[in-house]
């Protein structure tokens, strides 16, 4: 945990975004696995993490706008309770921990949320998006569950995601732990990736190394020799030489901070011909993109830049043709890149994206696309110092969008359908960084992880 002063800090700077009312957090709770008393690792919600710290469940915190007060509600063990958990600090003494001076039993917040009600007044709440949560907010305020959504709180969101976008000096450092974490995670991963080895074999060791040394995953491994999905949680495959694998995995710490990286490695530790130029497409569209980050600059500008940078390496292998810029523009490269280039990262793995992408990713100034490729760009607005970023573009080949898209002929001016359809057995390549945004540019975070292609066979040999 922070020390407490980060937590009242937040609160405060909370308070200064909202005018009156309420706000409510509610505090995640055991989710059942397969039955009741048996449950997932405990999880904790990120903007509770964020202004509360607390990290148990079943616990709610109140910012009370109008009387300047901050509330934490929970109940306090019993000697059932400490039989099973061992002794339990008091409520009490864990909201003091976090700056909160006002605690009391969790039946107590439903007689202030209802008195809030019955005087009329703003209660706050960001979307929620787990079951148990949606129905302890729909029974507190009285909202069905399927409107909750829609009542959530914009000038809410936008307070947190104001906060939480840009990152302070303590969060960078917890980020950069676990991308030093990743690098463990993914040179084991490179190591380990022979002719023979079953893709679950690598899978399982580097969730191993997260566990052991931080906490979870941030996010379930992709890993697989079949990257033309772009999200293979599938491990059952057998590595064969001539393949690709994709390794995208990063993990979070006990104060939920992340990483995300990803790597694609050669089975066998020797890039071909083939291999080296498709990796040698995305490595310049991933660098070209890092270079140019700087506060100010659109993040869809840079996405568009990676996307030229991906047209531009392909036309040198033939794949494409025609003005690399132009194929951009129009669209072509989506047949081999077709995600975003990145998202922003922090306490989620995709930060905030709970709080909705059009308040996270978009403004007045840069709204999301509708076409095809662009539309999955999750992030487009102008950067600003001190937001944590992935860059991670690729290319791949899907058989499936190959298919469709020489069915229609689409784009064929700038596409070589023809050498595009000896590729259909390639796999696919992301390489992916996760980056601060600083005051005149960007730092990659983290100890560098092999990336050239030098540097992945040297550390695969
Ligand atoms: N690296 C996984 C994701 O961005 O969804």
Same mark, same amino acid.
């Given at each position: 945990?922070?020390?407490?002063?980060?937590?009242?800090?937040?609160?405060?700077?909370?308070r200064?975004?909202?005018?009156e009312?309420?706000?409510?957090?509610?505090?995640?709770?055991?989710?059942?696995?397969?039955y009741?008393?048996?449950?997932?690792?405990?999880?904790?919600?990120?903007?509770?993490?964020?202004?509360?710290?607390?990290?148990?469940?079943?616990?709610?915190?109140?910012?009370?706008?109008?009387?300047?007060?901050?509330?934490?509600?929970?109940?306090?063990?019993?000697?059932?309770?400490?039989?099973?958990?061992g002794?339990?600090?008091?409520?009490?003494?864990?909201?003091?921990?976090?700056?909160?001076?006002?605690?009391a039993?969790?039946?107590?917040?439903?007689?202030?949320?209802a008195?809030?009600?019955?005087q009329?007044?703003?209660i706050?709440?960001?979307?929620?998006?787990?079951?148990?949560?949606?129905?302890?907010?729909?029974?507190?305020?009285?909202?069905?569950?399927?409107?909750?959504?829609?009542?959530a709180?914009?000038d809410?969101?936008?307070?947190?995601?104001?906060?939480r976008?840009?990152?302070?000096?303590?969060?960078?450092?917890?980020?950069?732990k676990?991308?030093?974490l990743?690098?463990?995670?993914?040179?084991?991963?490179?190591?380990?990736?022979?002719?023979?080895?079953?893709e679950?074999?690598?899978a399982?060791?580097?969730?191993?190394?997260?566990?052991?040394?931080g906490?979870?995953?941030?996010?379930?491994?992709?890993?697989?020799?079949?990257?033309?999905?772009?999200?293979?949680?599938?491990?059952?495959?057998?590595?064969?030489?001539?393949?690709?694998?994709?390794?995208d995995?990063?993990?979070?710490?006990?104060?939920? =901070?992340?990483?995300?990286? *990803? &790597?694609?490695?050669?089975v !066998?530790?020797? %890039?071909?011909?083939?291999? $080296?130029g498709?990796? +040698?497409?995305?490595?310049?569209?991933n660098?070209?993109?890092?270079?140019?980050?700087?506060?100010?600059?659109?993040f869809?500008?840079?996405?568009?830049?990676?996307?030229?940078?991906v047209?531009?390496?392909?036309?040198?292998?033939?794949?494409?043709?025609?003005?690399?810029?132009?194929?951009?523009?129009?669209?072509?490269?989506?047949?081999?890149?077709?995600?975003?280039?990145?998202?922003?990262?922090?306490?989620?793995v995709?930060?905030?994206?709970?709080?909705?992408?059009?308040f996270?990713? =978009?403004?007045?100034?840069? *709204? &999301?696309?509708?076409?095809? !490729?662009?539309? %999955?760009?999750?992030?487009? $607005?102008?950067?600003? +110092?001190?937001?944590?970023?992935?860059?991670?573009?690729?290319?791949?080949?899907?058989?499936?969008?190959?298919?469709?898209w020489?069915?229609?002929?689409?784009?064929?001016?700038?596409i070589?359908?023809?050498?595009?359809?000896?590729?259909k057995?390639?796999?696919?390549?992301?390489?992916?960084?996760?980056?601060l945004?600083?005051?005149?540019?960007?730092?990659?975070?983290?100890?560098?992880?092999?990336?050239?292609?030098?540097?992945?066979?040297?550390i695969?040999?």
């Amino acid at each position: 945990m922070f020390p407490s002063a980060v937590y009242d800090n937040r609160r405060k700077k909370l308070r200064e975004s909202l005018h009156e009312g309420l706000v409510l957090f509610l505090g995640n709770q055991e989710v059942p696995f397969n039955y009741p008393a048996n449950t997932y690792s405990f999880r904790q919600d990120s903007n509770f993490s964020y202004f509360f710290g607390l990290d148990h469940p079943d616990l709610a915190g109140v910012v009370d706008l109008d009387a300047g007060k901050d509330w934490i509600f929970g109940n306090d063990v019993d000697i059932n309770d400490i039989i099973w958990m061992g002794k339990q600090p008091s409520i009490k003494d864990q909201a003091m921990k976090v700056g909160v001076e006002n605690s009391a039993a969790l039946s107590e917040l439903n007689a202030v949320i209802a008195e809030a009600r019955a005087q009329g007044k703003k209660i706050h709440f960001a979307p929620p998006y787990r079951a148990e949560t949606i129905i302890w907010l729909s029974d507190l305020l009285g909202i069905h569950h399927l409107e909750l959504k829609k009542n959530a709180s914009a000038d809410l969101i936008r307070a947190i995601v104001k906060l939480r976008m840009k990152k302070d000096a303590a969060e960078v450092a917890e980020i950069e732990k676990m991308v030093d974490l990743a690098y463990e995670m993914h040179t084991t991963a490179m190591k380990m990736a022979k002719p023979g080895i079953v893709e679950q074999e690598i899978a399982g060791t580097i969730e191993g190394i997260a566990l052991a040394k931080g906490g979870p995953v941030s996010f379930p491994v992709i890993l697989s020799i079949n990257g033309q999905t772009l999200h293979n949680h599938h491990h059952d495959n057998i590595l064969v030489e001539g393949r690709m694998l994709v390794i995208d995995a990063g993990c979070e710490n006990h104060l939920h =901070y992340s990483s995300d990286i *990803t &790597r694609t490695v050669p089975v !066998g530790g020797k %890039f071909n011909a083939r291999q $080296r130029g498709i990796y +040698e497409t995305v490595l310049n569209a991933n660098l070209a993109a890092i270079k140019a980050v700087k506060p100010g600059v659109p993040f869809k500008e840079i996405h568009m830049l990676a996307a030229t940078e991906v047209a531009k390496g392909l036309t040198a292998i033939g794949l494409m043709k025609g003005d690399p810029a132009e194929a951009a523009a129009k669209g072509a490269h989506t047949l081999f890149f077709p995600h975003g280039l990145g998202h922003p990262l922090g306490l989620d793995v995709h930060d905030l994206e709970g709080m909705g992408e059009a308040f996270v990713g =978009y403004d007045d100034e840069v *709204t &999301r696309s509708k076409e095809f !490729g662009l539309a %999955f760009l999750r992030f487009g $607005r102008k950067l600003q +110092e001190g937001f944590v970023m992935t860059i991670e573009p690729g290319v791949y080949f899907i058989p499936e969008l190959i298919d469709t898209w020489k069915a229609e002929n689409k784009l064929a001016e700038f596409i070589n359908y023809d050498l595009v359809e000896t590729y259909k057995d390639f796999g696919g390549i992301r390489i992916e960084d996760d980056i601060l945004v600083t005051a005149d540019g960007c730092r990659v975070l983290g100890k560098p992880i092999p990336k050239s292609v030098e540097e992945v066979e040297k550390i695969m040999c």
